[in-house]
């Protein structure tokens, strides 16, 4: 099904890798050619000559769609930047991982020729939305696009007392607890021994990080639940990281909700690779054997 036809593009940079902003001005330059009015953010005014220059903040009220050069750090930071707004991303790796950044190099002018035509495909992915309240008035909100993780701010355990659905589940005592996506079941999750669960899925992990008691596992929920997190100990201190880019101090008697939030974020997909094949690369799972017949 095309869509409508994109006119103005975002640039967003992994500024600590030269490659990627030689990588931007030279598509800043291909897509001038074609008509498409190109931003990036202020800060690489110096060194971009084919775009004009936003702060962070307004770009996403500027453009049709965005383009992420680096890896899934530089996408998180790119959600973060939308605040809620939902626009096609477009992320090219060129940074760690990149299950969130998936096309190559070689892959990004088909793939932005798609985007310009209106003929591209977009995989919706859930957010979380966060409130801390302390003293029972809300004094942050957030959306995440992977995790949230609460730790002690001191490397010790922690006790966290846990509902689902306002119902008491049971209170951890751990190095910490994950709160993820689908999307972030390959992040922090995974290495906590968590669950992958397919995109598309609509559901909620809750993933305790090396706990005391060993018979406390993940669960996954339907995404309709929420989950409410008091951290019960008056005299300790906590750290709530939230999609691994910002960090945020927490006291003992407050309580953080999590549950879906309304907004989505919009990837644009690639047509020959599919999540599995993803998944087979940056995970290193053994290639398929066309020697030997499925069963």
């Not at 775009?51 to 770009?59: I, N, S, T, Y």
């Amino acid at each position: 099904m095309t869509k409508e036809k994109i006119k103005k593009i975002g640039i967003i940079v992994r500024t600590g890798k030269p490659q990627a902003i030689t990588t931007c001005d030279e598509v800043a330059r291909w897509l001038g050619d074609k008509g498409c009015e190109v931003f990036v953010e202020t800060r690489l005014g110096v060194v971009i000559k084919h775009a004009k220059f936003v702060r962070p903040e307004d770009l996403a009220s500027r453009v049709d769609a965005i383009l992420v050069l680096g890896g899934d750090g530089t996408m998180l930071h790119t959600v973060k930047l939308l605040n809620g707004k939902e626009i096609p991303l477009l992320g090219v790796n060129q940074g760690g991982l990149g299950f969130l950044t998936a096309v190559t190099l070689d892959e990004i002018y088909p793939m932005l020729e798609m985007l310009l035509s209106g003929t591209y495909d977009v995989e919706e992915r859930m957010l979380l939305s966060v409130v801390v309240r302390r003293g029972g008035e809300p004094i942050s909100t957030h959306r995440v696009l992977n995790d949230v993780v609460i730790k002690h701010s001191m490397v010790r355990l922690v006790m966290l007392e846990t509902s689902i659905n306002k119902q008491y589940v049971t209170t951890y005592r751990a190095d910490g607890l994950i709160v993820a996506t689908p999307t972030g079941s390959t992040a922090y999750s995974l290495s906590a021994t968590g669950p992958i669960l397919y995109p598309s899925i609509h559901s909620i992990i809750v993933a305790p990080i090396c706990p005391f008691n060993l018979t406390k596992k993940p669960v996954v929920i339907p995404d309709y639940m929420s989950v409410d997190i008091r951290l019960p100990d008056k005299e300790s201190r906590y750290i709530m990281s939230l999609d691994g880019q910002t960090d945020m101090e927490l006291l003992g008697g407050d309580m953080i909700e999590i549950k879906r939030d309304p907004a989505v974020v919009q990837l644009v997909t690639h047509e020959s690779r599919g999540y599995f094949d993803i998944l087979r690369e940056r995970l290193l799972w053994e290639p398929p054997d066309d020697d030997k017949p499925i069963r």
